[in-house]
Each structure stands twice: as C-alpha cells, then as structure tokens.
C-alpha cells in the first residue's frame, strides 16, 4: 500500500497541513528573530539616553560658566 493516498481531499488536507507547519516554524523564526534585535536595541536606546543626559549637563555647567563670565550673547 502506498503513502499517498488517492482521495483529493485527503491530499490537498496533507498538503495543508504541510503548509501551516511550515508557517508556524517561520513564525517561531521571526518570534526568535525579534526578539534578538529587541535585545540588541535596548542597549543602544539607554547608552544614546545616557549620552543625551550627559550632554545636557555639560551644556547647563557651560552656560553657567558663561554667565559667569560674561560671555553670554558675546559670541555669534
């Protein structure tokens, strides 16, 4: 007896169940997938949060050096 069976709704039913195996694997691959690029991404978003942080500070201690100085609106 051969796998294949001769009725055509049995097989288009393989074929399906076939098709939505393969679906569900490339679903689990893009999950993975994603999942990788959120892990790389949020260490980028909280060392570019921690650069803007920095460079807010030093533009309010410059200011104040300024102002200090009398430098304000002197240069420009």
């Not at 569900?24 to 978003?45: G, Y």
């Not at 309010?60 to 009398?70: C, F, K, P, Y």
Request: aromatic share 4%.
């Amino acid at each position: 007896m051969s796998d294949t069976p001769d009725n055509p709704i049995l097989v288009y039913l393989r074929r399906l169940d076939w098709k939505m195996d393969r679906l569900s694997d490339d679903a689990a691959d893009l999950k993975r997938r994603m999942t990788s690029l959120e892990a790389k991404v949020v260490p980028l978003h909280c060392g570019f949060a921690a650069q803007s942080e920095r460079i807010n500070h030093i533009e309010t201690h410059l200011g104040r050096v300024e102002r200090r100085l009398d430098l304000v609106g002197a240069v420009g």
